[in-house]
């Protein structure tokens, strides 16, 4: 049987900043299997981006495994495509530029890399801004040139904290058909935060709910919505069902 | 858009010609022998008159002015980045770095006379030593403000630390490199006035200095004059080069043609 692409068995993470340790992780259990949509949702504060910087390889965790791909061993950097919660593009790039960034890292011979950003842009409907430069831009534009940025470094597995949190609904609602489409056509496998229960059921496969800190998870839930997924079927009784019974649990949560 | 920009300097010229006029009238009113104070339109005058003279002293000056700024550009860079890589090193040499601007460089001239004598070397030293420190001070603070979060997702695409600095922390230390090397071109004109001061074979200091044992107060004030234009084009040649280098500074879209 091939490997989940993500496997996370008891992770933890304690922070010793200062006298006393910060518990912030408590023994997560998750995986994403490949080509899933796999959604991350708890109180604000809970601990959800530490554990995305852990999957990134950017921090460590206190105890547990992280295995990409049935690697528990080697560097996870690099082997995802990570996208913060800003946009953080460079403003000294054009569109083009910030997209090539991860191949950049990667020493991809510039001509190549140009013409895969071009593709890119062309495809996902950015070509007119290529050559701008990220000043100019709306914010939703700015986090669709970041989500192609990610996508360009990584299409495989794609670690998405909150990209869409700072938007109006309705730019909020077009980026995330724009990402179910970006989705589909890469086959990728995505793991996902939010705090928005919607947003959540609208793009996800299965949906992890996390306790406040520290975290742990306190409900896994399977979306078995029909694909390709449309915002009216947040009206259809199950997502309807589904949304209230995990509003009443975050609210719940918040509050202890 | 040309005309605006200039507007925009209407108040300060409205108040430089009146300052100006009233200099020229009280001159001229007698209430000071223009021996001692020389009005403006003398000054000007002496400085058309003796342009010959002082514009070779003027390219001595500028000559060590950017050879000093040239310096300071390079050993302003290699230590802020020296600065950026090491914490240790940070710990070590910014302290010294501060201390190193508390040394009066007006009691420092005569003794590099003394130690590396009457050439340009001494100039370019002093001069140098005054730019190096904005330089180097503002492009260090730049290299650190990088923010963490972008740091991450270099290394979150498995970056090294020299890809960071290269791609993320140079590019955006630009803008405070030049905000440096503005401060250092005001300051580099009067560095170089200094060296020469104390003595030199030419240059505007020691021409100053000629002037004032001859009595000739006005070709004093006519090198002043040569000095301050020189430090304002020379800042405005750094404003300039930044706007050039840095178009995404200024909000600028370029249209590059896809080739």
Not at chain 2, 164 to 193: C, E, K, N
Not at chain 2, 195 to 220: D, P, R, T
Request: a neutral charge.
């Amino acid at each position: 049987m091939e490997p989940a692409k993500l496997l996370v068995q008891g992770v933890s993470k304690v922070f010793r900043d200062g006298r006393k340790p910060l518990d912030t992780l408590a023994a997560i259990d998750l995986f994403v299997n490949a080509g899933e949509f796999v959604t991350v949702i708890g109180p604000s504060g809970c601990g959800k981006s530490t554990l995305f910087n852990i999957v990134a390889g950017v921090d460590q965790p206190t105890s547990g495994i992280v295995a990409i791909d049935g690697d528990a061993q080697g560097e996870r950097a690099g082997k995802s495509g990570y996208m913060p919660q800003q946009p953080l593009l460079l403003p000294w790039r054009t569109v083009e530029e910030n997209i090539m960034l991860g191949l950049d890292v990667r020493r991809l011979p510039r001509k190549k890399a140009e013409r895969e950003a071009y593709e890119l842009l062309k495809r996902f409907g950015l070509a007119d801004f290529a050559h701008h430069y990220p000043a100019t831009l709306s914010g939703g534009m700015r986090q669709r040139v970041a989500l192609l940025r990610t996508v360009l470094f990584n299409s495989s597995f794609l670690l998405l904290d909150e990209p869409f949190g700072a938007l109006d609904a309705l730019t909020r609602l077009s980026l995330q058909m724009w990402l179910l489409d970006l989705w589909q056509t890469f086959h990728s496998s995505v793991l996902f935060i939010t705090h928005d229960v919607r947003e959540a059921i609208l793009l996800s496969d299965r949906i992890y709910v996390l306790s406040a800190r520290p975290a742990r998870v306190l409900r896994v839930v399977e979306v078995d919505l029909p694909r390709p997924r449309r915002s009216e079927q947040l009206a259809l009784e199950q997502a309807v069902r589904l949304e209230q019974e995990l509003t009443t649990l975050l609210l719940k949560e918040q509050q202890s | 858009m040309k005309l605006r920009w200039l507007a925009g300097y209407g108040p300060a010229f409205v108040l430089g010609v009146t300052l100006l006029a009233f200099w020229e009238l009280y001159v001229r009113a007698g209430q000071i022998s223009s021996q001692v104070l020389p009005s403006p339109t003398a000054i000007i005058q002496a400085l058309i008159e003796h342009w010959d003279v002082i514009s070779i002293h003027t390219m001595q000056t500028l000559l060590e002015t950017v050879l000093g700024m040239a310096v300071a550009i390079v050993f302003g860079l290699i230590l802020a980045i020296t600065l950026e890589i090491s914490r240790w090193s940070r710990r070590a040499v910014y302290p010294l770095l501060v201390i190193s601007q508390t040394i009066p460089i007006i009691a420092l001239a005569p003794l590099l006379l003394i130690w590396f004598g009457i050439d340009l070397g001494p100039k370019v030293f002093v001069v140098a030593l005054y730019c190096f420190f904005p330089i180097a001070v503002a492009c260090a603070d730049g290299l650190a403000d990088a923010e963490p979060e972008l740091i991450n997702l270099l290394k979150s695409m498995h970056a090294s630390r020299w890809q960071i600095l290269w791609l993320v922390r140079l590019p955006g230390a630009m803008p405070s490199f030049f905000s440096g090397l503005r401060i250092a071109a005001t300051y580099g004109v009067t560095g170089a006035i200094f060296g020469e001061y104390v003595g030199a074979y030419q240059g505007l200091g020691i021409y100053m200095q000629l002037s004032v044992n001859s009595h000739a107060i006005v070709l004093v004030f006519a090198a002043i004059l040569v000095t301050a234009v020189l430090s304002l084009l020379l800042f405005g040649l750094v404003s300039l080069i930044e706007r050039i280098a840095l178009p995404w500074y200024h909000g600028t879209v370029i249209e590059r043609k896809l080739s």
